[in-house]
């Protein structure tokens, strides 16, 4: 089963931004959805984007903002996280088909 490792969380001020980085253990072919949830402090996780094929989808309150992005040679999707807002503070997962990522931490301070 492919694994799943995350790293690029940390603490940043409002207006700002991060890229995070997700690093799979094997190739992930392109028909099997590969992106990136979030869980705030007593919320849902949520979905804030994702690739499907060669498409991607965005929550609307990330659109504009983040931008995913995927290097297959590394087997890796990317996060990038601008203008970044205290409501995107939370745990930052990555997922492949039914695998979850450990997770990392985003905190955006005002």
């Known amino acids: 089963q492919v694994q799943l490792v995350e790293s690029g969380g940390g603490l940043v001020q409002a207006g700002g931004s991060l890229r995070l980085s997700c690093v799979a253990s094997?190739?992930?072919?392109?028909?099997?959805?590969m992106g990136w949830y979030r869980q705030a402090p007593g919320k849902q996780r949520e979905l804030v984007g994702i690739?499907?094929?060669?498409?991607?989808n965005y929550a609307d309150s990330v659109k504009g903002r983040f931008t995913i992005s995927r290097d297959n040679a590394k087997n890796t999707v990317y996060l990038q996280m601008n203008s970044l807002k205290p409501e995107d503070t939370a745990v930052y997962y990555c997922?492949?088909?039914?695998?979850w990522g450990q997770g990392t931490l985003v905190t955006v301070s005002s």
């Open positions: 997922n492949v088909g039914t695998v």
């Open positions: 690739f499907i094929g060669d498409s991607t």
């Open positions: 094997r190739t992930i072919f392109s028909i099997i959805p």
